[in-house]
């Protein structure tokens, strides 16, 4: 079975940092781009960044750039987003997304606040 | 950056035709996705390449695009498409979604 799965979630307070993991499985990971996508609460979807296969590139929404980082282990079917100097704005559902995000995780949640 | 136009609702009623809009300049020369999403869920894929169904997706679901503008049609909407539909697409490696659109059936 195709799946995706997120975790590292929490409550962070500002300017923390936290990393959130996305183990794939059923498919050849190092095949695809990989996306991370967040949903503020009561909102709509925002791409965060996405990385491609061979991590050689990434790119980022502007909100982000300079404190979030996206990599991949490919030899662990895995991709991370490392979350620095986190703000109240961030706080969302984190969605993991394969390719041209025919496939989904179930997302985890952060929360940032004092 | 650029953006993505949806309208925040549309309604039908069971059997008739859903049509939700998504405008942009990108839309011109990039192809558009549209995902479902509903309460408490992950988001689906159900139209890529603006037009293209993914395996699963029911038949009603259908997509086009004409000029900056591509539209979702749900033909004989049910209950069950009750939900949040996002339009989605790139350029300059910028990635960017719709605001969503809430579909309300009954």
């Known amino acids: 079975e195709v799946q995706l799965v997120e975790s590292g979630g929490g409550l962070v307070q500002p300017g923390g940092s936290l990393r959130l993991s996305c183990a794939a499985s059923?498919?050849?990971?190092?095949?695809?781009?990989m996306s991370w996508v967040r949903q503020a609460p009561g909102k709509g979807l925002e791409w965060v960044a996405n990385i491609k296969q061979d991590g050689s590139e990434k790119y980022y929404v502007d909100s982000v750039k300079g404190r979030f980082t996206i990599s991949r282990d490919n030899a662990k079917n895995s991709l991370y987003l490392q979350m620095n100097s986190l703000r109240a704005e961030d706080t969302a559902v984190y969605y993991c997304a394969r390719g041209t995000m025919d496939v989904w995780g179930q997302g985890t949640t952060v929360t940032v606040s004092s | 950056s650029y953006e993505l136009t949806q309208p925040s609702s549309v309604s039908v009623s069971p059997g008739q035709t859903a049509r939700i809009t998504c405008s942009g300049d990108?839309?011109?020369?990039?192809?558009a996705r549209w995902f479902q999403q509903k309460p408490g869920q992950a988001p689906v894929l159900v139209i890529y390449?603006?037009?293209e169904r993914p395996s699963g997706i029911p038949e009603r679901f259908s997509g086009s695009s004409s000029g900056t503008t591509v539209t979702l049609t749900i033909s004989g909407a049910q209950v069950e498409d009750e939900a949040d539909y996002y339009c989605y697409s790139a350029a300059d490696n910028s990635w960017v979604f719709g605001g969503g659109t809430k579909l309300t059936v009954l």
């Open positions: 059923g498919f050849t990971f190092s095949s695809y781009w």
């Open positions: 990108v839309l011109a020369k990039k192809y």
């Open positions: 390449k603006d037009s």
